[in-house]
């Protein structure tokens, strides 16, 4: 069994990483995402050192996370796409700014949180970014289930 496969069997929620690099928005989707601390609070996100994501988080300091929902798929989807134009990426999602750092957020995200870079390591091939959150908010009341990813294939948890 391959390293990857054997992590492949741990599922988790996926969210999107955005972030601002002179004044254009940059946006990854990201499964290895967790908190670290609720005093302060403290959550990271582990970025490929070989994604254009990775220089502009680096540059910026600043990010959001956007916890998808159950049918935004679709977003996961896109984001995970290496390649994608990056002027019109953000096209027909609808994003809020955070409040804070204008980072942008989902819309319909089950919640987000605007973060300020608190110390990064060294994780091999990916750069470990620990993040303060500055703000932070939930989406629509109605609980429409959880996106997650197990064994190499997008799944939805249902809601209540």
């Not at 996926?14 to 403290?42: C, E, K, Y």
């Not at 110390?119 to 990916?126: E, N, R, V």
């Not at 303060?132 to 064994?151: H, I, K, R």
């Amino acid at each position: 069994m391959s390293f990857k496969a054997a992590l492949g069997q741990f599922a988790s929620g996926i969210t999107v990483m955005s972030t601002l690099q002179d004044g254009v928005a940059h946006a990854m989707t990201a499964n290895a995402f967790t908190s670290v601390s609720l005093d302060p609070p403290l959550v990271l996100v582990c970025v490929d050192k070989g994604v254009r994501m990775h220089a502009a988080v680096l540059d910026c300091g600043f990010w959001a996370i956007s916890v998808l929902a159950g049918d935004q798929q679709p977003i996961a989807e896109r984001f995970a796409r290496s390649g994608r134009d990056l002027y019109s990426q953000f096209d027909g999602i609808g994003t809020t700014a955070g409040p804070k750092t204008g980072c942008p957020t989902v819309d319909g995200a089950l919640s987000w949180l605007e973060c300020r870079t608190w110390a990064t390591y060294d994780g091999g091939d990916h750069t470990i970014v620990v993040g303060e959150v500055l703000s932070l908010g939930t989406g629509p009341a109605t609980d429409p289930g959880a996106l997650l990813y197990y064994s190499g294939n997008y799944r939805e948890l249902p809601g209540n």
